[in-house]
């Protein structure tokens, strides 16, 4: 069983051992929204964090307040894309981005400070807003099946080359951070009513999800086997896809929309 580094996170843990089984995936939605509302608060603290280091001329808190956002961003990519996606766009597009995070990234980790201070604004206010808009919105448990199964497809395809967050050398973390997001969402919204339908493909599942926790446990990214990480997080999706139908919702298409998503991270 993976372990989960925040309160939320290990409230689904708990929620998840105690019996959650019996909860419908609509209860299981509900009981996911706190680790969504947690880590987009983290989102937010660290980017404010990073606004406030760059006034004071700060570099290296600067970046360590980047690092700190993205991991609440990340933790929640299983959200992010699937139910705000006008907010992704802002907040995370790459590679070529005018905005968010890797808009900055480059020079602030060149040690540039005085050349990101209207971007940082900007992702301050970008992240402020979709904290407020998580409060209003319901999540349908077809969207976060759509997120678990992209997101995972996603880090087996593309992200496990290493490339997302290049000049801050984060990349690792990014998957590490989205894996506990992942693992967060389906433990608690999929696993209770697919084990009842077929534990055997929940036991595949879990045992996919953990060994992709294993994989990505690395503290630099060149030490990731990134053939590995290839095949896992693919297998994972496909096996996503495999339990749509036991937990009667649609097989969420990947392949097909990978090109044009992938854009957008």
């Known amino acids: 069983m993976g372990t989960f580094r925040s309160v939320a ?3 689904v843990l708990l929620a998840w051992s105690a019996g959650a089984q019996a909860q419908s995936l609509g209860d299981g939605a509900k009981a996911f929204k706190p680790f969504v509302v947690e880590h987009a608060g983290k989102a ?7 606004r406030a ?11 360590a307040a980047w690092i700190k956002s993205r991991r609440g961003w990340e933790a929640i990519e299983t959200v992010t894309a699937e139910v705000f996606p006008e907010f992704d766009k802002k907040v995370d597009p790459w590679p070529d ?22 971007a940082i604004d900007r992702l301050v206010a970008d992240i402020a807003a979709f904290e407020k808009k998580i409060g209003k919105t319901h999540f349908r448990p077809q969207a976060l099946l759509n997120g678990v199964s992209k997101l995972a497809y996603e880090i087996g395809e593309s992200k496990s080359k290493g490339g997302e967050s290049p000049y801050a050398a984060t990349s690792h973390i990014d998957m590490q951070e989205n894996i ?9 919204v999929f696993e209770p009513t697919l084990k009842k339908r077929d534990a055997k493909l929940a ?25 590995a990480v290839h095949v896992a997080g693919e297998e994972l999706a496909a096996l996503m896809q495999q339990a749509a139908p036991k937990l009667r919702l ?16």
């Not at 981005?97 to 209207?118: D, I, P, R, S, T």
């Not at 036991?203 to 990134?226: F, G, N, P, R, S």
């Open 9 to 11: 996170a290990a409230a």
């Open 44 to 50: 937010l603290s660290g980017a404010k964090d990073l």
């Open 53 to 63: 280091a760059i006034k004071a001329g700060d570099v290296k808190a600067a970046q």
């Open 97 to 118: 981005a005018k905005q968010g995070y890797h808009a900055v990234e480059a020079a602030l980790f060149a040690g540039k400070v005085n050349e990101v201070g209207a």
């Open 180 to 188: 506990e997001g992942l693992e967060a969402c389906w433990k608690l």
């Open 203 to 227: 036991d595949l599942i879990h045992e996919k999800i953990e060994a992709l926790e294993k994989l990505v446990a690395v503290d630099d990214i060149k030490k990731l086997d990134q053939r």
């Open 250 to 265: 649609r097989t969420t298409k990947i392949e097909e929309e990978d090109e044009g998503e992938a854009k957008s991270k």
